[in-house]
């Protein structure tokens, strides 16, 4: 019997194997997920752990890399990872949202099979459901360039991760019933850098030689300014894109960013502060790790370097100042500039703007007035399995009109092969951070006011930066240009997680009639089926 299962799950490996692509190397991943104790800032509390981890373990992975990943749940509750900014081609079956995905039950297991097909960069993961991101779960994932094409720098000496975000000292159980309340959630208790509070964390380097540190902020509410005494940063990525090599006394990162930075070690041998701060807030938080020369003669002296605060012209200029390297390779040898974004007509214009009120005297929040509630049943299974009542395509319009904000299972209608530009209007005082799964955007415009068609005038057709993750600043608008080239029912969410947990976000579903493999690939023959999919089949082992 015993040999029998054996023989059944390898053929079904196999089987879910030749979808991947056979010819890309396979590295594999076995987790499991616990609940532990952690005391990022100084008080018991409760977080998730992988393979006893906090943070979890980081994925290291070259181009075209498949990735097997077997996630053990031994929580009490169920759970979900997603992967933020792989870009599931055709597959988006594997997101790890509850959009596509359902959810891996208590005691059990599932077996995530991704692809990093031709991307780059650096990324993370992080649990999906319940306001789990509150207590960890969450990692690096970077994907290296394979070893015959070229990358514009040389190698650095050390490659550091590097996972910024706000926390507070309550367990995600009691911010998430909180929310369920109807309420807001308070400021912020401190900010973690790699899961330890001020002072907790080290990167060691040696003098003269040159670092790479993969910073991604993976905070729920606030953008955050990362700094080292001292020294200089050099950005050389941004989520899978080689960008101009522009060198900048400190880095903005929106919430769900990530990007790429060099320094050099080279002052004079001692310890020097990395300081993160929050940006935009009256009441300004800031947290600590150090920095150790390996020869050093002293520690740290002086205080924390100070970072701009609630300057937004200082972090939209920076913004614009990020352009994609034209002439570097990408994850192929073709320099990234050779696809002319530029000299595409658009096809569609999606206006999108997010709004927050009550209903039913709850607080919510919504895109263009319509405030996302989750079906009992994954839209993508909905989809796949042709189960009707879940949702409704176009329940959610192109532009925003004014009223007021009502729950729906909102999700937008998308034409594959389209190409699309999107407007983000933020008519709030306060950052927005808007992120699409399955795709690389490129960044297009930004600026303060309404966007009108005028606005056009001012985008850069030439070098934007191509990312999948954009701030849109205080009464203002940002628009990006995407090339719907990946059919599946995709995310696109606030990275505010709590605005994105009260409904602002909806599902894209780029859909086209084709049958082929080479436009999707079918159901994969592990997955979970839940609500109303249970009890169906996906297809033979």
């Keep these: 019997m015993q040999l029998h299962l054996a023989v059944v799950l390898l053929c079904a490996t196999a089987g879910l194997f030749a979808i991947a692509g056979a010819e890309d190397p396979y590295r594999f991943f076995d987790w499991n997920v616990t609940f532990g104790d952690i005391y990022p800032l100084g008080v018991r509390q409760t977080g998730i752990l992988i393979n006893g981890q906090f943070p979890g373990p980081d994925i290291h992975s070259v181009t075209n890399d498949n990735l097997i990943i077997n996630v053990h749940n031994s929580l009490n509750e169920p759970f979900l990872i997603s992967w933020s900014g792989i870009q599931q081609r055709r597959n988006s079956y594997e997101d790890g949202v509850y959009g596509t995905t359902c959810p891996i039950p208590p005691g059990k297991n599932f077996t995530y099979i991704l692809q990093v097909k031709d991307q780059i960069g650096s990324f993370f993961y992080f649990p999906s459901l319940a306001f789990h991101k509150a207590s960890?779960?969450?990692?690096?994932?970077?994907?290296?360039?394979?070893?015959?094409?070229?990358?514009?720098?040389?190698?650095?000496?050390?490659?550091?991760?590097v996972l910024v975000g706000?926390?507070?000292?309550?367990?995600?159980?009691?911010?998430?019933?909180?929310?369920?309340?109807?309420?807001?959630?308070?400021?912020?208790?401190?900010?973690?850098?790699?899961?330890?509070?001020?002072?907790?964390?080290?990167?060691?380097?040696?003098?003269?030689?040159?670092?790479?540190?993969?910073?991604?902020?993976?905070?729920l509410q606030n953008s955050l300014n990362f700094r080292i005494q001292n020294h200089r940063l050099t950005l050389v990525e941004v989520e899978g894109t080689h960008t101009?090599?522009?060198?900048?006394?400190?880095?903005?990162l929106h919430l769900g960013q990530s990007c790429s930075v060099l320094f050099k070690a080279d002052q004079p041998a001692k310890d020097y502060y990395i300081a993160v701060s929050t940006r935009f807030t009256s009441r300004v938080l800031t947290s600590t790790a150090f920095l150790r020369y390996s020869n050093s003669a002293g520690p740290v002296s002086g205080p924390p370097p100070g970072g701009p605060t609630i300057q937004i012209d200082w972090s939209l200029n920076q913004a614009r100042s990020i352009r994609t390297n034209l002439t570097a390779s990408g994850p192929r040898p073709n320099p990234q500039g050779s696809y002319?974004?530029?000299?595409?007509?658009?096809?569609?214009?999606?206006?999108?703007?997010?709004?927050?009120g009550q209903v039913n005297g709850k607080q919510r929040y919504a895109v263009n007035s319509v405030s996302f509630v989750p079906a009992?049943?994954?839209?993508?299974?909905?989809?796949?399995?042709?189960?009707?009542?879940?949702?409704?395509?176009?329940?959610?319009?192109?532009?925003?009109?004014?009223?007021?904000?009502?729950?729906?299972?909102?999700?937008?209608?998308?034409?594959?092969?389209a190409f699309i530009e999107i407007?983000?209007?933020?008519?709030?005082?306060?950052?927005?951070?808007?992120?699409?799964?399955?795709?690389?955007?490129?960044?297009?415009?930004?600026?303060?006011?309404?966007?009108?068609?005028?606005?056009?005038?001012?985008?850069?057709?030439r070098d934007a930066v191509s990312r999948c993750t954009t701030q849109v600043y205080p009464k203002s608008w940002t628009a990006i240009y995407v090339a719907l080239d990946n059919v599946g029912m995709w995310s696109l969410r606030s990275e505010f997680w709590a605005r994105q947990y009260l409904g602002q976000q909806f599902y894209l579903r780029v859909y086209t009639t084709s049958t082929s493999l080479r436009d999707e690939y079918p159901i994969p023959k592990n997955a979970l089926l839940c609500g109303r999919a249970s009890g169906r089949h996906t297809r033979p082992l």
């Excluded at 101009?244 to 903005?252: E, F, G, M, N």
């Excluded at 002319?340 to 927050?356: D, E, K, P, V, W």
Aim: charged letters at 20%; proline letters at 5%; hydrophobic letters at 30%.
């Design 423 to 461: 407007v983000f209007q933020n008519n709030e005082n306060i950052v927005q951070s808007w992120h699409l799964d399955g795709y690389s955007f490129f960044v297009v415009g930004m600026d303060g006011g309404q966007w009108t068609t005028a606005s056009r005038r001012g985008y850069n057709l």
């Design 136 to 161: 960890g779960g969450f990692g690096g994932i970077r994907i290296l360039s394979r070893p015959r094409i070229p990358v514009p720098f040389l190698d650095p000496a050390g490659d550091y991760t």
């Design 166 to 219: 706000d926390w507070y000292k309550s367990n995600h159980t009691n911010l998430k019933a909180r929310l369920d309340r109807g309420k807001k959630l308070p400021f912020p208790d401190g900010i973690l850098i790699n899961g330890r509070g001020p002072g907790g964390a080290s990167f060691n380097v040696e003098q003269g030689k040159t670092y790479r540190l993969r910073i991604s902020n993976v905070g």
């Design 244 to 252: 101009l090599q522009t060198t900048y006394s400190s880095i903005d």
């Design 340 to 356: 002319h974004y530029g000299l595409i007509n658009t096809t569609r214009t999606i206006r999108l703007a997010n709004s927050a």
């Design 376 to 417: 009992d049943t994954p839209l993508k299974l909905a989809d796949y399995f042709k189960i009707g009542g879940i949702f409704r395509v176009g329940s959610i319009s192109d532009n925003p009109y004014g009223g007021k904000i009502y729950l729906d299972t909102s999700v937008m209608q998308a034409d594959y092969r």
